[in-house]
Antibody, heavy 118, light 109 residues
Framework: VQLVESGGGLVQPGGSLRLSCAAS????????MSWVRQAPGKGLEWVSL????????FYADSVKGRFTISRDNSKNTLYVQMNSLRAEDTAVYYC????????????WGQGTLVTVSS | EIVMTQSPATLSVSPGERATLSCRAS??????LAWYQQKPGQAPRLLIF???TRATGIPARFSGSGSGTEFTLTISSLQSEDFAVYYC???????????FGGGTKVEIK
């Protein structure tokens, strides 16, 4: 299993960013996927989950209405569109493979850093 | 939301000694509890799922126990590579709302 995130960077407050996660080594469409973030020097925070088909999505309250998770199973790629970004969204964002729907996370990418600052 | 509380925040242990980490859930999560290890600059790595089952490739010195609301991760004889931060995570909530504990840093005494 390999998960490779991309798309992080510096963005101004109120701005937008889309992160991607390229997956390989497993049958992507068979597994739910999650985004988890980690603010500098802090712990882990689950952000969002999407079912294998992409038909069901779930969000933490802290990002609901601002972030949109999606996937393209033809490209084995997971996405998160982040809008109305705030300073408190600054974090390393990890994509992770769910062992089962809403379950523990058995594989993680290396993360991509998002910095929200003016 | 199920709140996960880990203790202690920092644990100072000498190499070769046993380390015992605790995790408490604010509601019953049955055995739907995982433990992860994170080293500086690295992604988390799954250690334990189902409260007590070691993930693939995890050494036998790592063991998990507990059910309901109280859980323990034990490292029987600390090796140099085990000094890291450890997180518990529950996955008992539906609809899915995964929550992590605040972490326990295991440092060299």
């Amino acid at each position: 299993v390999q998960l490779v995130e991309s798309g992080g960077g510096l963005v101004q407050p109120g701005g937008s960013l889309r992160l991607s996660c390229a997956a390989s080594g497993f049958t992507f469409t068979n597994y739910a996927m999650s985004w988890v973030r980690q603010a500098p020097g802090k712990g882990l925070e689950w952000v969002s989950l999407i079912s294998g088909s992409g038909n069901s999505t779930f969000y933490a309250d802290s990002v609901k209405g601002r972030f949109t998770i999606s996937r393209d199973n033809s490209k084995n790629t997971l996405y998160v569109q982040m809008n109305s970004l705030r300073a408190e969204d600054t974090a390393v964002y990890y994509c992770a493979k769910d062992f089962a729907y809403g379950d523990y996370l058995d594989s993680w990418g290396q993360g991509t850093l998002v910095t929200v600052s003016s | 939301e199920i709140v996960m509380t880990q203790s202690p925040a920092t644990l100072s242990v000498s190499p070769g000694e046993r380390a015992t980490l605790s995790c408490r859930a604010s509601q019953i999560v049955t055995s739907n509890l995982a433990w992860y290890q994170q080293k500086p600059g690295q992604a988390p790595r799954l250690l334990i799922f189902g409260a007590s089952t070691r993930a693939t490739g995890i050494p036998a010195r790592f063991s998990g126990s507990g059910s309901g609301t109280e859980f323990t991760l034990t490292i029987s004889s600390l090796q140099s590579e085990d000094f890291a931060v450890y997180y518990c995570q529950q996955y008992n909530h539906w609809p899915p709302l995964l929550t992590f504990g605040g972490g326990t840093k295991v440092e060299i005494k």
